[in-house]
Every structure is written in C-alpha cells, then in structure tokens.
C-alpha cells in the first residue's frame, strides 16, 4: 500500500502520522514543493510581533525526525499533475527540474489555500508582502528592518493581528478595508465597530470604506494608491483573503463544490476513486446550517488529515463537520464567535434573534475583571441556539465561546445552555457568567 500525500502542513502531516499509526506496513510520502514541513502557520504574527522567539519555533516536527517514525518527506517537491486512472501523479523536483512519475495506491491532496493577490499587488517592487508561510514571514521580517510606515490592506483576521504585531516593533500603521468596517466577515456590525475602535486607541490609523488602485514607488514600494488619496508606506502587506488551491484535485477529475473549494464526503474521499482531500482546500460540512462551506482554519485542517489518514491507511473515521468557530486577539481584545451571526442567519432565512450583554468577565468586585460583551442569537419559536459572538479586554475571556461551540456541536438549545452547570469563582466568572446571563434573556 502506497499513500502519496501532496502538502506537508497541518492537513498533510496529520494525515502521514495518522496513516503510518494505523497501517505501519503501508509507504506513505508527503511531496511538498516549500522548504518546511509540519509547522504552525498560525504563529507567524507572534514571531513578527516578537511574542516567539523565532520561526524556527512553529516547526513542530522536522523532516529528519518525520523519517524516523517510517514517513517519507520530499521537500521542494512540487506534483504538478494526477493522472487517477493510472493512479500516479507527476512531481517536479525543483532543485533539478527533473520530472518523474509517482505511483500512489491512495492520494491525499492537502495543498491548502493561496493568498489573494489583487491585480495591483502583482508587483516586482520590493517591499510589498502576503503571510502564508514561513518564507513568507522571514521575506517581510527582513523588509521590516529600518522600515518606519506600514501598510496593511486588509482588516480580516491576519490583518488585525499583524496590526498589533507591526505596532509593537514600533511603526506607524494605516490599515485599510474596502468593507464599511474591520473583522466583518466574522461579526455583526456593532461588535465590528468595537474592533475597529481597539484598533485604533492601539495607534493603528484605520481607513474603511477605501478601495486600492494600485502602487507608487521605484524599485521599492512608496505608497499606496487609494480612491481616497494616497497612503505612504514603505512596506504593504496584502491580506485580502485566500482562494483554495484545487488545481491538483481539479486535474484529477475531483467535483468541486459550491464554495469553489474541492468536495469531500465526511471520510474525506473526493468524487474520484482513492483521491482524497483536507485542510484548507476542502469544503465541510456545517452542522449548523447543514450546508458545506469553506472555513480555513487550522484544527479542522488537523482533523480532516486525521480522517482522512485512517481512512486512507484502510481504517474508518468521519470527520463531524464544523460550527464556524474563531477566535483571534488584536491589542488587548480577544474577538470570538461560533455558529451563525444574525447577519449570516437572516441571509439564510432563518428567523433569528439576538441578545446583546455587556458586563464583566470576573466577578464585578474582582479587581481584574474588565468588560466583556457576548451577542448571543437563537432561533425564534424553537429556541434552537444558533451562535454567539463575543470581545473581552482580558483577551482570554472569549475562550468561553467553547462552550456554546460545543452545544452547538448537539444542536443544542438556549435552555441548555442557560442550565449548563457552568464552573464559578470570582476570578473567572461573575456567579452567573456572562453567557448565562444571555442565555437567560433570550430564552
Ligand atoms: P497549508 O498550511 O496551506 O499547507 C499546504 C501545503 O501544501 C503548503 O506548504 C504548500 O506549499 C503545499 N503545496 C501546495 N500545492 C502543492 C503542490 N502542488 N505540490 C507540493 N506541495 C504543494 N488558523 C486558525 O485556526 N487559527 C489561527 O489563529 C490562525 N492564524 C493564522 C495566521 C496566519 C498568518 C496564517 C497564514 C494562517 C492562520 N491560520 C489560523 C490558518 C491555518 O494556518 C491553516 O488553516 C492551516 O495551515 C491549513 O493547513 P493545510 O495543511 O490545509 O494547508
């Protein structure tokens, strides 16, 4: 039994050690066409800001020590092509440039997403940067040396947590959104305004509403062109979003799904027989709405190449299928949610209603207790409990949204949550926390 692996990362690692655990007989080699494997991309703003030491600590597991447990690592190793009746894909060394025939009994094709780059940020001027992967975040910590103007076009996520991390090595930063507000692929409205408002007591000059144009500079980037003026930077990070990378799954014949990301049943086999896919190139269930989408995130990339290895290795697993739960800290906010925003649920048409609650993370007397704001949503006339969105000053507080993440898992109700026996000590929690207390009011 051969199991190739196409992408070395969360999903495809995963999978390797998985597959080999299960089936020690089997030959299983990861193909990645970059220069490490098995890392966490997820701390990439941490090195930059200075949080973690260096980008070496993200590498969890070298190649020389995935060999020794039985796993073949091919870097630079780039698969170019599948030929699923054959059963072989073809891989490029990139060292040589020498192309060969690979045969595989099982695939797994794990290459992740692709960083948006806008027609303007194609671009030979130094300077101008996306974040995806360590040589990535090594490129723009080297650009970062001696710069003093950041630009940051993007107020999703990574672009927020590169904020802070851009302020804390001390340069002024504009960030600019063409959405009306920051993080509003996440939130409703009025928590994205909250965001916004961290942001920008954080020292960030935030721009909403601005649509980019193109670059100025020679040689090295100077600025940015807007519709509304021009913004001098001496490094831009475009973080405008990803797209799937599904050209692999695409040659194999792969049925792609409505999301534009590749189509998976829950044992993660796409539509061609032996062909699977994981991480965050493949769609997945939502146990909410019941409907597939395409949410990138690093632990459903880690569970899927988890399913996807057992399944592969002649074993059986299923992957349950997500609730849309994330969480990120920019300056001293933690922002959080799960399950559906009432934006996200009217969309679909359901009847969804919303309560909002803002009190104190800790006990109110505790002298660390520092406001927190929970927007719980359910469903009208079944109670059905449909998501929660929260932001706290103690960025950690928000990690509470684990549990209504976990009922939602249940498909479980706003009474339940309300009668969950929920841990209490005025340290952590008022008597009643706070999700209680929306619970409570919405039921
Ligand atoms: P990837 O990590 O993209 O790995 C795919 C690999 O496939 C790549 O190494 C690529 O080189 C390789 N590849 C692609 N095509 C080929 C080919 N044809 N041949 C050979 N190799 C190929 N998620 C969270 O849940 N929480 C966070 O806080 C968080 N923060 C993040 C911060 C940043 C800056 C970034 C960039 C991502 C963050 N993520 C976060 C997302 C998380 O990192 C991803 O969900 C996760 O890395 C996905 O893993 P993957 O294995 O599916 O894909």
Request: hydrophobic fraction near 40%; include cysteine; aromatic fraction near 4%.
């Amino acid at each position: 039994m051969r199991i190739v692996i196409v992408g070395g990362v969360a999903a495809g690692m995963s999978a390797a050690s998985r597959a080999q655990r299960h089936n020690p007989r089997a030959e299983v080699v990861v193909f990645e066409r970059g220069e490490v494997v098995s890392y966490g991309a997820c701390g990439l703003p941490y090195v930059l800001g200075g949080q973690v030491n260096s980008f070496d600590d993200l590498v969890a597991r070298t190649p020389e020590q995935l060999r020794a447990r039985g796993i073949g690592v091919r870097l630079r190793h780039d698969v170019t092509g599948v030929d699923a009746k054959a059963r072989t894909v073809t891989v490029t060394d990139r060292a040589t440039g020498r192309s060969a025939a690979e045969p595989y009994d099982r695939l797994l094709i794990a290459t992740g997403v692709s960083p948006v780059r806008p027609d303007w940020a194609r671009t030979p001027l130094k300077g101008v940067h996306v974040l995806r992967d360590i040589p990535d975040g090594q490129a723009l910590d080297a650009s970062l040396q001696g710069a003093r103007r950041a630009c940051i076009v993007g107020g999703g996520y990574i672009g927020l947590e590169l904020a802070e991390a851009l302020r804390a090595r001390g340069l002024s930063v504009v960030l600019l959104e063409q959405a009306p507000e920051v993080a509003g692929r996440m939130l409703d409205r009025p928590l994205q305004q909250q965001v916004r408002a961290e942001v920008e007591r954080g020292g960030v000059d935030v721009r909403c509403g601005v649509t980019v144009q193109g670059l100025t500079g020679q040689g090295r980037v100077s600025g940015v062109q807007t519709d509304q003026g021009q913004v001098r930077a001496d490094v831009v990070v475009v973080a405008v979003g990803v797209r799937p990378n599904v050209e692999l799954a695409r040659a194999a014949g792969a049925r792609l799904g409505r999301t534009g990301a590749v189509a998976v049943n829950l044992r993660q086999e796409t539509s061609v027989a032996g062909v699977y896919a994981a991480g965050d190139n493949a769609e997945a269930l939502h146990r909410v709405t019941r409907r597939r989408v395409h949410i990138p995130l690093g632990l459903t990339a880690n569970r899927m190449g988890r399913v996807a290895g057992v399944n592969m290795a002649g074993g059986e697993a299923r992957f349950p299928g997500v609730v849309g739960t994330g969480i990120f800290k920019t300056f001293e906010l933690g922002v959080a949610r799960t399950g559906l925003t009432q934006t996200e649920a009217e969309a679909l048409g359901i009847k969804a209603v919303s309560v909002d609650v803002q009190s104190t993370d800790y006990a109110g007397y505790h002298e660390a207790a520092r406001p927190i704001h929970v927007r719980l949503t359910g469903e009208r006339g079944t109670g059905r409990l449909l998501g929660a969105q929260l932001l706290a000053q103690n960025h950690e507080s928000v990690k509470r949204v684990d549990v209504v993440a976990a009922l939602l898992h249940t498909r479980g109700t706003v009474q339940q949550l309300f009668e969950a026996d929920l841990a209490y000590a005025p340290p952590f929690s008022g008597v009643w926390d706070v999700l209680l207390v929306a619970a409570d009011r919405l039921g």
